[in-house]
């Protein structure tokens, strides 16, 4: 059996290396499995809550949902997924406690997070970033959200203060 050892990306040239000694092997992943377009590289990830920063369930959480999935469709190009949701805590603003072992559970709240991601076309994204953000500020205004947060590229970002209704 021929051992190759780990398979490495190679940005320069969108192959992966199959590092076998004392040669590598480059192989076009896209060709060998028929993939007709460019990977998309970068993924947004919205993170909607069950509750809002009291601790009361949101009001049509389906809603915000569909339209949060509606968005993150036409940046993604086709389509965004939503994953069931996550057990989630976060501590309450006027509790920022700073050291673990002195935080208690009236510190916490415990809610349920659908995390919705979709990996982006860089066009599209550009194109609705004004819908994206009129979205999260909507949310977190009209749901009474202590903190809006997302993921893009791997960076975490938090948006406390919203915009005002239009």
């Known amino acids: 059996m021929t051992r190759f050892g780990l398979l490495t990306f190679d940005p320069e040239s969108d192959k992966i290396i199959l590092g076998s000694m004392p040669e590598e092997t480059f192989l076009n992943l896209a060709e060998l499995l028929g993939v ?59 509790s920022r406690a700073l050291d673990a072992d002195a935080v208690t559970e009236q510190d916490l709240l415990f809610e349920k997070t659908i995390i919705i991601y979709s990996y982006i076309e860089p066009e599209k994204f550009m194109k609705n970033l004004q819908p994206l953000r009129e979205f999260l500020h909507r949310f977190g205004r009209e749901t009474d959200q202590g903190e809006v947060v997302f993921e893009f590229d791997l960076k975490f970002y938090k948006i406390s203060k919203y915009d005002e209704a239009k």
């Open 36 to 94: 007709q377009e460019e990977p998309s590289v970068q993924q947004l990830a919205l993170y909607i809550p069950d509750k809002n920063r009291h601790g009361d369930k949101i009001d049509n959480l389906e809603g915000w949902i569909e339209e949060a999935k509606k968005i993150l469709s036409v940046i993604g190009g086709s389509g965004a997924t939503a994953m069931p949701p996550a057990d989630g805590s976060w501590l309450k603003f006027e």
